[in-house]
Nanobody
Framework: QLQLVESGGGLVQPGGSLRLSCGVSGFTLDYYAIGWFRQAPGKEREGVSCISISRSDGSTDYADSVKGRFTISRDNAKNTVHLQMNSLKHEDTAVYYC???????????????????WGQGTQVTVSS
C-alpha cells in the first residue's frame, strides 16, 4: 500500500529555517508528482510547491508567497522529497502535507484536487 510520511516540522523563530521531508513507500513508481500543501487554522489548504518525478529531471513550481524562500528537491535513492524552507515568516505557520499523484507531468500541478494520496501532516510553527 502506497504511503507518504512527512517529517521535519517544528517550532522556529521568524527568519529561521526548517527542512521538511516526505518519504514514499509501498510502490516502485516511475512517473508521479509530489506536492507540498499547507493549511492554517480557519483557512483553505493551499499549494506550496511541487515536483514532477520521472527518469529524467522533473519540473518544479512554487506558490508566489514562497518563491525565493522555499526549495523543493528529491532524493531518488531514498524515495524522498524535501522542502527546504528559509526566511520563515509568521504567516508560514500551518500544518504541512505532502501528496502524490501518479502520472507523467510536463509541469507539476499545484491543485490539491489533483492529488489522491496524502500524508498525515506535520506542524510548522513560526513564532518568536
Amino acid at each position: 500500500q502506497l504511503q507518504l510520511v512527512e517529517s521535519g516540522g517544528g517550532l522556529v523563530q521568524p527568519g529561521g529555517s526548517l527542512r521538511l521531508s516526505c518519504g514514499v513507500s509501498g510502490f516502485t513508481l516511475d512517473y508521479y508528482a509530489i506536492g507540498w500543501f499547507r493549511q492554517a487554522p480557519g483557512k483553505e489548504r493551499e499549494g506550496v510547491s511541487c515536483i514532477s518525478i520521472s527518469r529524467s529531471d522533473g519540473s518544479t513550481d512554487y506558490a508566489d508567497s514562497v518563491k525565493g524562500r522555499f526549495t523543493i528537491s528529491r532524493d531518488n535513492a531514498k524515495n524522498t522529497v524535501h522542502l527546504q524552507m528559509n526566511s520563515l515568516k509568521h504567516e508560514d505557520t500551518a500544518v504541512y502535507y505532502c501528496a502524490l499523484v501518479l502520472g507523467l507531468f510536463r509541469r507539476c500541478p499545484l491543485f490539491k484536487s489533483t492529488y489522491n494520496y496524502w500524508g498525515q501532516g506535520t506542524q510548522v510553527t513560526v513564532s518568536s
